[in-house]
């Protein structure tokens, strides 16, 4: 049996009627950087060269303007800013500081500026700069015994901010709050040092209350954990510190590390743009979505090769 096909030339009025608004599928397509339902943000690790021991990388960007995106990292003891991330672009000086101390990079809506808190020596310095350009000249909140660890910096909708730093790699974990321009004399310590053996990173942002993850070792066992938790400000009670909630673990003899997490509010969801730990050949990702929270931390498997 053979098949003829035959094809039909539709006559002008009907080709008219068939290209009628009225006629064409209403259909709309939206890509989103996705992966497991949380958004990536440049899952290429530009911000990382082989030059760089133990790159850390802080984001932060304008919500009005997201052009305006700023990133600070360190490399060794080089604290450098880029206004041109995640393209290619140049890394500039801006503060020499101990390797492996933590900073953290936000933007503060209600003062239109880039506010940075990092850790220098034994001190807590804090800068702010409205265009990635120009910046102020680092002035000094708080002098510790021993060298400054991780550190965390969020604001409020109204200005006022909270730098949260870890004195070493203890279990003291500090906070010290902006309140109406003032910065309080002294830090304050929270109330979960028996919970933990020791901890390495930090991450803040704000929204309603400030919002950490934490990066460290668990009390007694040593297991490896990345942890939740909520400091009160207008929703919990004011300074209150809630439960430590798990959002990644690995035992003790994995071989795996966590450190150096980051965190973006973005409409209410919160990921990491590039937490770190170890050298960029080595580092890994992996995604933990956590009701509100969702998390990419960066891993070290000691026996892992990339």
């Known amino acids: 049996m053979r098949t003829i096909v035959a094809m039909l030339n539709l006559s002008s009025a009907l080709q008219a009627a068939q290209a009628s608004p009225r006629r064409t599928p209403a259909l709309a397509v939206a890509l989103r950087p996705q992966r497991f339902g949380v958004p990536v943000l440049f899952p290429a690790s530009i911000g990382d060269t082989p030059a760089d021991a133990d790159t850390q990388l802080s984001l932060a960007v304008d919500p009005t303007d997201e052009t305006k995106l700023l990133a600070v990292r360190t490399n060794g003891a080089a604290l450098d800013y880029q206004r041109t991330y995640p ?12 390797a ?40 000094t909140l708080v002098t510790e015994a021993s060298a400054i660890g991780a550190v965390a910096l969020a604001f409020d909708d109204i200005g006022d901010a909270c730098v949260f730093y870890v004195v070493g790699t203890s ?6 709050r902006r309140s109406s321009g003032t910065w309080a004399a ?64 690995a035992d003790a003899a994995s071989g795996i590390t966590f450190a150096h997490p980051s965190l973006i509010n973005a409409s209410g969801v919160f990921f990491s743009p590039n937490p770190s730990t170890v050298s960029p050949s080595s580092r890994s990702r992996i995604a933990r979505p956590v009701k509100s929270l969702s998390l990419v931390i960066r891993q070290k498997p000691s026996n892992l090769r990339v």
């Open 186 to 249: 002294s830090g304050t310590t929270w109330t979960l040092s028996g919970s933990v053996a020791n901890l390495t990173g930090l991450a803040a942002v704000w929204d309603g209350d400030y919002n950490l993850a934490i990066t460290g070792l668990e009390a007694t066992t040593t297991h490896r954990r990345v942890w939740a938790v909520k400091m009160g400000d207008q929703i919990y009670p004011l300074n209150a510190w809630g439960s430590l909630h798990n959002i990644a673990e």
């Open 100 to 139: 492996g101390q933590g900073f953290q990079l936000a933007y503060d809506s209600a003062n239109a500026v880039f506010g940075l808190a990092y850790g220098d020596s034994t001190a807590v310095k804090f800068r702010t700069t409205a265009d990635g350009i120009t910046w102020s000249a680092a002035t």
């Open 87 to 98: 393209n290619i672009g140049t890394w500039t000086n801006l503060d020499t500081v101990s």
């Open 171 to 176: 279990t003291t974990l500090k906070r010290l």
